[in-house]
């Protein structure tokens, strides 16, 4: 399964070597102290960033662990193969290589994507995608070195026992399905999120064209959101993530529907009594008839009605907003404060 969280799965913290080791299980031993660290900082800066925080915020980590994979690296590559056997030691450079060259590289670039990334869904979308890039690199380079070590423990006669407690890459394979649905319920709730801005923005310059549109846009991208949400599976039975995004995008309906009308009649009104009062104040006062007064009073009134009913509704919307913004965020902290395992063990 693919993911968004970048994380190291190491494999060695599930395994336990029987009392009864060969030199072949030191020998897979000795290699355990670095990796044992470097998987327990993984966690804990895949943990920070996963709970909130972002990759620009949390960068001296991602130094820190540079540093320590390097060592690892370097331990990796100055041992001796063991009975001039090189492919498990080979196993463990290559893999630590993948992590020294996702961390420098891959996540690097992930942090300059980050700075742009809500900026438009195409972007937030690539960025998304990076990450699962660079996790699946880490995947793949996790399974080979599976299977290395599982051939040098046959040709050894070593025998690894795995371990049924909580262990690092079970909460790592946990976390990863937390955010599977976390992330794809996200990137529906950030498209239409993104489309209604495009539309307060029009609405700000009073663009007619543009407020119509992005409304029609806003409307496609609820509907289609409100589709894919039909067939989105919940993590553990949680749909509270879900739900929270149906309950915003049935703010954005009503805001796009009905509510955009006020604001259209209010700029409307708003661009007529603009022109009455210019017809009006090029009039000098003694020419000005009955008529006129009647007329410029009306479009007076029209447009304070427009105006009050406009300010009236805007404000409205902008306090229901931030309330289901809230609870969106809220709930999303909650969901992964929820499943997302906590701490070492």
């Known amino acids: 399964m693919k993911h968004l969280l970048f994380i190291a799965i190491l494999l060695f913290s599930g395994f336990n070597f029987a009392q ?48 320590t994979s390097n060592a690892a690296l370097k331990k990796a590559e100055n041992s001796k193969p063991f009975n001039d056997d090189t492919e498990y030691r080979d196993a463990i450079i290559k893999y630590y290589k993948v992590i020294n060259l996702v961390l420098k590289e891959d996540y690097a670039k992930l942090v300059d994507m980050e700075e742009v990334a809500e900026q438009s869904y195409d972007l937030m979308e690539a960025y998304m995608m990076a990450r699962e890039l660079a996790s699946d690199k880490q995947t793949e380079a996790s399974a080979e070195l599976t299977i290395a070590q599982k051939k040098f423990a046959e040709a050894n006669n070593i ?9 690092m890459d079970k909460k790592m394979e946990i976390a990863g399905k937390v955010y599977d ?19 307060i923005d029009a609405l700000v310059t009073n663009d007619m064209s543009a ?8 409307l496609g991208t609820v509907e289609e959101g409100l589709e ?12 509270s993530m879900i739900q929270a995004t149906e309950a915003i995008f049935s703010f954005y309906e009503e805001e796009a529907a009905k509510d955009i009308e006020l604001a259209i009649d209010y700029i409307m009104k708003s661009e007529n009594f603009a022109k009455v009062k210019a017809a009006f104040d090029e009039k000098k006062e003694k020419n000005r008839t009955q008529e006129d007064f009647d007329q410029y009073n009306k479009g007076v009134n029209e447009m304070n009605e ?21 609870n969106w965020n809220s709930t999303a902290e909650k969901y992964t404060n929820s499943h997302v395992p906590r701490g070492r063990k």
């Open 20 to 67: 009864d080791m060969t030199n072949g299980g030191a020998y897979m031993d000795s290699f355990s102290a670095e990796n044992e660290q470097l998987q327990a900082d993984m966690w804990d800066y895949t943990r920070t960033i996963s709970h909130g925080k972002s990759a620009r915020k949390v960068e001296k980590r991602r130094g820190e662990l540079i540093n």
């Open 228 to 239: 894919k949400l039909k067939n989105v599976k919940p993590y553990a039975e949680d749909n």
């Open 306 to 326: 427009a105006v009050n009913t406009y300010n009236e509704m805007n404000e409205k919307n902008n306090k229901l907003r931030s309330k289901l913004i809230d």
């Open 159 to 167: 025998t690894l026992v795995t371990s049924e407690d909580d262990s």
């Open 211 to 218: 407020i119509e549109q992005n409304r029609e846009a806003l």
């Open 181 to 199: 649905h976390y992330n794809e319920v996200y990137l529906i709730f950030f498209k239409s999120s993104k489309q209604e801005m495009y539309l």
